[in-house]
């Protein structure tokens, strides 16, 4: 982990607390070895939804659904989120989580290609996490730029490590290397991570930071 554990078990420990239908999650992940972005970064994307005050929500991948349901966990009642899988196994996976937790009624669940899937959906979505093909994340920002409004936050996940080391990303973003120099495995999946920064931090209207646990996260607020 490019966070250590200990600062990472730190911010866990204050977060807010799983239930039992995440503790399960946790375990799943754990067991199978299946990418999440854990309970610190989960507690993050709870409170960001409080915190933008977002009614509807929109997830470029969604797996078994562990990060959809941190953020279904700050949605209002009659809120939305539209969870996006092409692994039918996994989306229905998401299904059965979130109806165990009570959150169904407010969840959509899309099996497809999340950029084709966004097309479709009209009106705003305050709170978007981008979290699909790693080469693919400037494609999917810019298919839902659009719908986000003022004071909306667009969230990247693994933007210091993830099918890359951070050695990988931070030659690229610090040291303007190019990728193709770097006779590296994991160069083309850090390469799409450092082009999807570049591209928002060049965005006039949109203020982007990082939030340094997990895998890293790139918080993009609509200005």
């Given at each position: 982990m490019t966070v250590p554990n200990?600062?990472?078990?730190?911010?866990t420990a204050i977060s807010p607390r799983p239930d039992e239908v995440l503790t399960e999650?946790?375990?799943?992940?754990?067991?199978?070895?299946?990418?999440?972005?854990?309970?610190?970064?989960?507690?993050?994307?709870?409170?960001?939804?409080?915190?933008?005050?977002?009614?509807?929500?929109?997830?470029?991948g969604s797996g078994f659904g562990y990060s959809a349901y941190w953020f279904a966990r700050a949605l209002p009642a009659d809120g939305e989120?539209?969870?996006?899988?092409?692994?039918?196994?996994?989306?229905?996976?998401?299904?059965?989580?979130?109806?165990?937790?009570?959150?169904?009624?407010?969840?959509?669940?899309?099996?497809?290609?999340?950029?084709?899937?966004?097309?479709?959906?009209?009106?705003?979505f305050e709170t978007v996490l981008i979290d699909n093909e790693k080469d693919r994340y400037v494609e999917a920002f810019e298919a839902v730029?659009?719908?986000?409004?003022?004071?909306?936050?667009?969230?990247?996940?693994?933007?210091?490590?993830?099918?890359?080391?951070?050695e990988t990303i931070r030659r690229l973003v610090i040291d303007g290397a190019d990728a193709e120099d770097l006779d590296a495995p994991?160069?083309?999946?850090?390469?799409g991570i450092a082009a999807y920064l570049e591209h928002v931090r060049s965005t006039d209207d949109f203020e982007t930071t990082?939030?340094?646990?997990?895998?890293?996260?790139?918080?993009s607020r609509r200005r």
């Open positions: 200990d600062i990472e078990r730190f911010a999650m946790d375990r799943r992940a754990t067991e199978t070895g299946f990418p999440t972005v854990g309970p610190a970064v989960g507690g993050w994307l709870q409170q960001l939804v409080g915190l933008v005050g977002a009614e509807r929500v929109f997830e470029f989120i539209v969870l996006t899988e092409i692994d039918a196994d996994e989306l229905e996976a998401a299904r059965e989580y979130l109806d165990r937790g009570g959150y169904a009624d407010r969840a959509r669940f899309e099996l497809g290609d999340a950029i084709e899937t966004i097309e479709r959906y009209e009106g705003s730029r659009s719908k986000v409004p003022a004071g909306g936050v667009v969230v990247a996940d693994n933007a210091m490590e993830g099918p890359f080391a951070f994991d160069a083309d999946a850090a390469a990082l939030l340094p646990l997990g895998e890293g996260l790139a918080v």
